[in-house]
């Protein structure tokens, strides 16, 4: 059931994405609806709640037909165009204002646009549930440290798509900037 929903949840991003990709089109090649959140600032639920970007009546009903179908399966909520919460994340990209998608899944972390999210400490990655829980998985001798061993396995990784560019560079950033120590960077992590 867990993949399932997972596979649900791509759905509803590829078919919001879809659409604004043909809003876009459609108006000339410019987002200009609703403010959608830029890195570096964290990505925005989708919804009406305080601090959620408000996307839906942009696209409804013109672009979407029915908005109420693409919420998260489990933490999603949708009673009226004005009332809703998709459980999704939305973010624009501060350099070609290209618009991506993600959200946690419950076998996969799912991200739909063409923007290779950037790493933190804390928050999702295309693979990993946060930045820590990305180095946690490449210290493979779990001493807290990512060695020259375990930051070319990474970038191994990147290379045969595993990871993304975004993933291997944090692990990097570890390496290179912090002498290999993980609670340099992210505090507590190990």
Known sequence: MAEARDDQRERHLNVIWNAIEQKIYQEGGKWDCTE???FPEDPL????GEGECNLYPCLYPDFINDPGSLIDPQTGSFDTIEDYSTGYQICQDSQDEKISFRVAGET???SVGPFDWPVTCDNLTAHFSS?????LEYDADDNGEISTLELL???DDALDGYITENERDFVGKVWEEEEGVINNLCSGCY
């Open 36 to 38: 959608v959140p830029a």
């Open 108 to 110: 996969r972390h799912i």
């Open 45 to 48: 639920v989708v919804g009406t």
């Open 153 to 155: 396995k990474a970038s």
């Open 131 to 135: 930045g820590c829980a990305l180095l």
